[in-house]
């Protein structure tokens, strides 16, 4: 097997007598000191992938911090110039911990709780995604309470299935989120929104699903929400997020900047004068950063496969059970090596189905306590994460400029019974 494409790699790794830097740091030297696993982020291609998005958006344009969200992440694309999509009240909560303007949020969420709605209304967020027609209402009684009147958008259902897992396909009719356009309800939902005094309808929403890597099926369904905006003369609409990121070698993805002109063509051709924008999430954090693991078991049997269990596994990356997601891995002190040994990756956990890389390639030195890394980790790890065996959550740290800042800590023991009462 042939060395790991660099190209999965951060922006700024680099290859020091074949071993892994990344922003100047050697990830060696950073387990060492904060310990394994850990979530090692390149913060200028964070900061890099914002602004490409700005660019191609406009200053509107949200980060969904669902992909990967602590007070420094928050802070970072507040900084970049985005604007922050969070869809529940604790999302919500660390975005404004972070001081990041309550008119930058654009909340979401299939079933808002009155309490959330509330709280999102009292801190005076900028947009309200309106999802179903329950929530209407529930927005009606908060009007009688308080007097103010959110901004809403309206989310969409277009009727495209997206070329991705369907656990993470969103925007076929046969979906919980938003109101479909094929069966009427959009178009009820729009009606019922102008006419409202709660609320005041500025535009529409759509998201289709995750991992996308046909970007027509994006421009697509910008196409169908725009059609039925047009006749309301909405100013703002959104297309929400979903471009897809590669994992493994021979996976290719659109770039962000390409993504935003395939839109802005399909909503040109479509007439569209209002304001276009997006939630990008897994493209502006998957590629940026790296697990670290310790290897602490190899088990060789013969004519089935090797296994390589490290010191991690399904809670803090639980993407592989549930989506059978691929990644590569190797060896972070001989990244250009060849990998002629499949293995199958897996973590500590008391499943067999702790599964973190089912045909990774290693070289073939690889020994218990060697240091592999998987890339391409930045999205979906870290906010998916668990305790289950009550097992610790790694820690995070920002590289940058050859300085490693943690800014997440690994959880202690004590953590695992702070709740219990």
Request: net charge negative; hydrophobic share 45%.
């Amino acid at each position: 097997m042939l060395p790991l494409p660099l190209r999965l790699l951060p922006d700024n790794a680099e290859v020091v007598d074949d071993r892994l830097h990344i922003g100047g740091c050697d990830v060696h030297d950073l387990a060492a000191e904060f310990g394994t696993p850990l979530f090692v982020y390149d913060e200028q291609h964070l900061r890099a992938r914002c602004r490409e998005a700005v660019e191609a958006f406009g200053p509107g344009v949200a980060y969904a911090t669902k992909a990967f969200l602590c007070t420094a992440m928050a802070k970072l694309a507040h900084e970049e110039g985005m604007h922050l999509d969070v869809a529940t009240g604790g999302e919500l909560h660390v975005a404004l911990h972070a001081g990041v303007s309550a008119d930058k949020l654009v909340l979401h969420g299939n079933n808002k709780s009155p309490v959330e709605l509330r709280m999102a209304i009292d801190a005076g967020v900028g947009r309200i995604v309106v999802d179903s027609f329950d929530e209407l209402d529930r927005l009606d009684s908060i009007h009688v309470q308080t007097g103010i009147t959110p901004k809403v958008l309206l989310r969409l259902t277009p009727g495209i299935k997206a070329e991705t897992h369907e656990f993470i396909s969103t925007g076929h009719d046969d979906s919980k989120f938003g109101f479909t356009v094929s069966s009427g309800a959009a178009d009820a939902a729009i009606e019922q929104a102008n006419a409202s005094d709660s609320v005041e309808l500025v535009g529409v929403h759509a998201h289709i699903g995750s991992q996308v890597f046909a970007v027509g099926s994006l421009a697509k369904a910008a196409a169908v929400i725009a059609g039925v905006a047009a006749p309301w003369d909405l100013a703002e609409i959104s297309v929400g997020g979903g471009l897809g990121v590669p994992y493994v070698s021979d996976e290719r993805a659109p770039t962000i900047a390409e993504w935003g002109k395939s839109v802005h063509d399909a909503c040109a051709a479509a007439g569209v004068t209002a304001t276009v924008s997006a939630e990008p999430g897994r493209s502006i954090v998957a590629a940026a950063a790296v697990t670290l693991y310790t290897v602490g078991t190899i088990k060789d049997l013969p004519g089935i496969r090797t296994y390589v269990a490290v010191d991690g596994g399904m809670s803090d990356n639980p993407r592989p059970v549930l989506y059978g997601s691929g990644y590569e891995t190797f060896l972070a002190r001989r990244v250009t090596a060849d990998r002629p040994r499949t293995v199958t990756v897996v973590g500590k956990h008391c499943e067999s189905g702790d599964v973190l890389v089912r045909a990774g390639q290693l070289p073939d030195d690889v020994v218990v306590g060697d240091i592999i890394a998987t890339p391409v980790t930045g999205a979906y790890g870290h906010s998916m994460g668990s305790n289950y065996n009550k097992v610790l959550r790694p820690a995070v740290v920002f590289a940058s400029d050859g300085d490693a800042r943690p800014v997440v800590r690994r959880e202690t023991y004590d953590d695992l019974v702070r709740l219990d009462v």
